[in-house]
């Protein structure tokens, strides 16, 4: 199910030099739902093996056993009839073998994150006229929604006359542990109890 349109290129540019950090996607359909849509603009930037994990998440959160990480992720996201919210997946890829596949999603993995963990995330907002109830299975079509995705664009994907939206809604981060060994104390403490009561396990 194909949700989102295309974006000119006059429309994200126009949208880059004046320095926003979102970009309205227009002609949402009168079908489909949140996890549909960022699902499909997921799937541009992430491996088939990040892809099954992600719709796996997806899919686990639909069910009543995974109702409280779904309430803890809804108080922090959304208020009213507003939603702002970030969703991907992490990566930790460690040598297991000398010899990886080439071409295979491992062996791409552990090229482009040298053994350090990988973030691929999207970051969201989206408007609902009469309210939300789940930021991530709100249901288009039952009331009006403007839905605005982030802008990370590359120099490849400017030189496209049209572009989807993504892979511009990608942001892709790695956690260098050489460097986060120096500060991660320090993360640590101003993290406090947070740490812990923000994170519920998704069981898939």
Do not use: C
Request: glycine share 8%; no cysteine.
């Amino acid at each position: 199910m194909q949700i989102v349109r295309k974006i000119s290129q006059s429309d994200l540019m126009s949208a880059i030099k004046k320095k926003k950090r979102m970009v309205e996607l227009g002609d949402l359909s009168d079908e489909g739902s949140v996890d549909q849509l960022v699902q499909q603009l997921a799937s541009a930037y992430l491996t088939g093996g990040e892809m099954a994990l992600f719709a796996g998440m997806m899919d686990s959160l639909k069910n009543p056993k995974n109702k409280s990480p779904l309430q803890l992720f809804d108080s922090i996201a959304k208020n009213s009839s507003n939603a702002t919210f970030q969703v991907g997946v992490a990566s930790s890829v460690f040598p297991v073998s000398s010899r990886l596949p080439l071409g295979s999603d491992v062996y791409d993995m552990y090229r482009a994150s040298g053994g350090n963990a990988m973030f691929k995330i999207g970051t969201y907002q989206y408007h609902a006229s009469h309210g939300i109830d789940s930021v991530l299975f709100h249901t288009f079509g039952t009331q009006h929604t403007t839905f605005f995705a982030g802008i990370v664009p590359s120099p490849f994907a400017l030189q496209k006359k049209t572009l989807t939206y993504p892979p511009l809604g990608n942001q892709t981060m790695k956690l260098d542990n050489e460097l986060y060994s120096q500060v991660r104390n320090t993360v640590m403490q101003k993290l406090g109890h947070s740490a812990t009561e923000l994170v519920k396990a998704i069981e898939i």
